[in-house]
């Protein structure tokens, strides 16, 4: 099969359309050039029906799972169709999204000590608390919690949402590894090893002071344990050092569950080709994030003028990681500092203006990528939904439909759609699955 990568670019038309799409299709338009229409008197062609249709229909009968989307801990509510967020039920079921994996997600301190890692458990045991309640108390009649493959597929069929739980921050394990085991119980399926910054597990891809020189030996254990008990590694935010140590010592495949491509976008947090073809002959998959800053970055001109305007101010010499334990002076003086670069940044912006902000095509860009360097059988969608992710045209779980249509706009078969929808992330688990068995 023959994907189209080159695709043409949304005129505001086509926008509004993929915004609409589960609503009018009235406002589809094609190929055509629309910028210059008024939305009110574009009419679809033939062709335009049948392609709405076509991907309307593959949609319903797919398997749809997102990998990331974050929740707060107390009173987390996703009943209510809240406007400030962007996964919630209603949201997913006028979507057609059927599953979500929530993040437990504790941010990384800068101490690694026993306090801080009693801070993380407590946080962490609020938002597994949240998560339950949601599925056992306040809506067991609208979704449910699945902790295997095969209960993603049995709670999809009853209409249900399937709810599944991943941990973003292996921090929260401290270095008692029994911890591992209990979060297990507690339903968690994937844990992403770090987040922004380095901890006790591994060293970050953002704001890292290379504290273990990749993967420390108590994360090799970790990752051992999660192979042994079934729980997919995520290596997500973690840095290209700790990607190799992990892709050396796993015994299963692993997950990126909310990553993009830096072939496309040069972003520390995304996967170098070099390193999907190692999660390809690992049997892993990526799950393309939907977050506008790792899908479309600076040009290389803008990007080494910022560099360099931030060196010559001496703003570099922050260390953004232990800012919680930054002096006054200290934050004083990044205040100012902060204050001077933003205005030296008009100087760049005049000269290298900003990008335009990313779109649902820069999203499917990086899918097309993905496929293109590792195949169609290693590459899913992982939002990270109320964490920062979120573009025009796949802005939140109502708007999942958009992307099928953008798939099926360019080429893709609904086999393939299918693979990209969940169907990679469920052979993946599995496997995860057989090997833990064959572990025990």
Same mark, same amino acid.
């Given at each position: 099969m023959?994907?189209?990568?080159?695709?043409?670019?949304?005129?505001?038309?086509?926008?509004?359309?993929l915004?609409?799409?589960?609503?009018?299709?009235?406002?589809?338009?094609?190929?055509?050039?629309?910028?210059?229409?008024?939305?009110?008197?574009?009419?679809?062609?033939?062709?335009?029906?049948?392609?709405?249709?076509?991907?309307?229909?593959?949609?319903?009968?797919?398997?749809?799972?997102?990998?990331?989307?974050?929740?707060?801990?107390?009173?987390?509510?996703?009943?209510?169709d809240?406007?400030?967020?962007?996964?919630?039920?209603?949201?997913?079921?006028?979507?057609?999204?059927?599953?979500?994996?929530?993040?437990?997600?504790?941010?990384?301190?800068?101490?690694?000590?026993?306090?801080?890692?009693a801070?993380?458990?407590?946080?962490?045991?609020?938002?597994?608390?949240?998560?339950?309640?949601v599925?056992?108390?306040?809506?067991?009649?609208?979704?449910?919690?699945?902790?295997?493959?095969?209960?993603?597929?049995?709670?999809?069929?009853t209409?249900?949402?399937?709810?599944?739980?991943?941990?973003?921050?292996?921090?929260?394990?401290?270095?008692?590894?029994?911890l591992?085991k209990?979060?297990?119980?507690?339903?968690?399926?994937?844990?992403?090893?770090?987040?922004?910054?380095?901890?006790?597990?591994?060293?970050?891809?953002?704001n890292?002071?290379?504290?273990?020189?990749?993967?420390?030996?108590?994360?090799?254990q970790?990752?051992?344990?999660?192979?042994?008990?079934?729980?997919?590694?995520?290596?997500?935010?973690?840095?290209?050092?700790? +990607?190799? #140590?992990? &892709?050396?010592?796993?015994?299963?495949? $692993?997950?990126?569950? @909310?990553? *993009?491509?830096?072939?496309?976008? =040069?972003?520390?947090?995304?996967?170098?080709?070099?390193?999907?073809?190692?999660?390809?002959?690992?049997?892993?998959?990526?799950?393309?994030?939907?977050?506008?800053?790792?899908?479309?970055?600076?040009s290389?001109?803008r990007?080494?003028?910022?560099?360099?305007?931030?060196?010559?101010?001496?703003?570099?010499?922050?260390?953004?990681?232990?800012?919680?334990?930054?002096?006054?002076?200290?934050?004083?003086?990044?205040t100012?500092?902060?204050?001077?670069?933003q205005?030296?940044?008009?100087e760049?912006?005049?000269?290298?203006?900003?990008?335009?902000?990313?779109?649902?095509?820069? +999203?499917? #860009?990086? &899918?097309?990528?993905?496929?293109?360097? $590792?195949?169609i059988? @290693?590459? *899913?969608?992982?939002?990270?939904? =109320?964490?920062?992710?979120?573009?025009?045209?796949?802005n939140?779980?109502?708007?999942?439909?958009?992307?099928?249509?953008?798939?099926?706009?360019?080429?893709?078969?609904?086999?393939?759609?299918?693979?990209?929808?969940?169907?990679?992330l469920?052979r993946?688990?599995?496997?995860?699955?057989?090997?833990?068995?064959?572990?025990?």
């Open positions: 023959k994907f189209k990568i080159a695709c043409a670019a949304f005129s505001v038309a086509w926008l509004l359309a915004a609409a799409f589960s609503l009018s299709p009235k406002l589809l338009g094609g190929e055509r050039k629309m910028s210059e229409v008024p939305v009110s008197q574009a009419t679809p062609s033939a062709a335009d029906e049948a392609l709405l249709k076509k991907a309307k229909a593959i949609h319903a009968r797919a398997l749809t799972i997102d990998t990331h989307v974050d929740i707060p801990g107390a009173n987390y509510d996703p009943g209510v809240n406007p400030r967020t962007k996964c919630n039920l209603p949201k997913m079921e006028k979507g057609g999204l059927k599953g979500v994996f929530l993040a437990v997600y504790v941010g990384q301190s800068p101490q690694l000590n026993e306090q801080s890692y801070a993380a458990y407590k946080s962490a045991m609020q938002k597994f608390d949240a998560a339950h309640n599925a056992e108390k306040l809506y067991p009649e609208r979704c449910a919690l699945a902790t295997s493959p095969a209960d993603v597929e049995r709670i999809a069929k209409g249900k949402r399937v709810l599944m739980i991943g941990i973003e921050n292996g921090f929260v394990i401290g270095t008692d590894l029994s591992v209990k979060y297990y119980d507690l339903g968690a399926r994937y844990i992403t090893l770090s987040h922004q910054g380095d901890n006790q597990i591994c060293d970050s891809a953002n890292s002071q290379h504290l273990n020189n990749g993967l420390s030996p108590f994360g090799q970790v990752v051992a344990e999660m192979n042994r008990l079934g729980i997919m590694v995520d290596v997500s935010h973690i840095a290209e050092k700790s +990607f190799w #140590d992990v &892709i050396k010592v796993t015994k299963a495949p $692993i997950i990126a569950s @909310h990553s *993009g491509c830096r072939a496309v976008c =040069d972003n520390p947090r995304n996967l170098t080709d070099e390193q999907l073809r190692a999660l390809k002959k690992n049997g892993g998959v990526i799950q393309i994030v939907a977050l506008g800053s790792y899908l479309k970055g600076d290389p001109e990007a080494q003028a910022i560099e360099k305007l931030r060196a010559e101010i001496g703003f570099n010499r922050f260390d953004m990681a232990g800012r919680r334990n930054w002096t006054q002076e200290q934050q004083a003086e990044y100012k500092l902060n204050q001077t670069l205005a030296r940044m008009k760049v912006d005049a000269k290298y203006p900003p990008p335009k902000p990313a779109t649902i095509t820069d +999203f499917v #860009d990086h &899918i097309d990528h993905a496929v293109k360097v $590792i195949g059988d @290693h590459v *899913g969608i992982g939002t990270d939904f =109320d964490g920062g992710g979120g573009v025009p045209g796949f939140d779980d109502s708007d999942a439909p958009n992307v099928t249509l953008e798939l099926v706009r360019r080429g893709y078969s609904e086999k393939y759609i299918d693979k990209i929808w969940g169907g990679n469920l993946v688990w599995r496997e995860v699955e057989k090997k833990a068995t064959a572990n025990k």
